[in-house]
């Protein structure tokens, strides 16, 4: 991202973080497999969904009230939900699952996870990533801003 903010200045976090998005999706095009790693090795770095990060403190306050949220409920569906999380990056490698919770149940979410590992759809599924981590930093900079 240091071409993204080494050259310019931001009005607002709303279009740093469209600007960022805008770089990732840049790095994205499949016929450059090196910008294509680089962009996997962010992607990829989102917490899996309902599963205790292996360093929490790395999650901000926000993301750890909806993780908790997702591992709410019958162990059945956290199970459901870890086999999805593995089917999901079995699909899609180098890739996490990431969309805007936004206070949507588990069940939700999971139909969602379903339709989009059935879509089998690389490309699509790099695009809804990148919107949804720009959704989440969106939401999480208005949160915090309203705090102020």
Do not use: W
């Not at 079995?90 to 969309?99: A, D, M, Q, Y």
């Not at 805007?100 to 969602?112: K, P």
């Amino acid at each position: 991202m240091i071409p993204v903010l080494a050259n310019q200045t931001f009005s607002s976090y709303t279009n740093l973080i469209d600007a960022v998005g805008g770089r990732m999706s840049a790095l994205s095009a499949p016929n450059s497999p090196t910008d294509r790693d680089v962009l996997f090795g962010i992607l990829g770095s989102h917490p899996r969904l309902g599963r205790a990060p292996a360093n929490p403190e790395h999650l901000s306050e926000l993301s750890k009230k909806e993780q908790a949220q997702l591992n709410e409920g019958a162990e059945e569906q956290a199970e459901k939900l870890r086999a999805l999380n593995a089917e999901y990056e079995e699909k899609f490698p180098g890739l996490r699952f990431v969309t805007f919770v936004n206070g949507r149940s588990r069940d939700v979410i999971m139909v969602e996870m379903r339709q989009r590992i059935d879509r089998a759809n690389t490309e699509k599924e790099i695009e809804e990533t990148i919107q949804g981590m720009c959704d989440i930093a969106k939401d999480r900079a208005r949160k915090l801003q309203s705090r102020i």
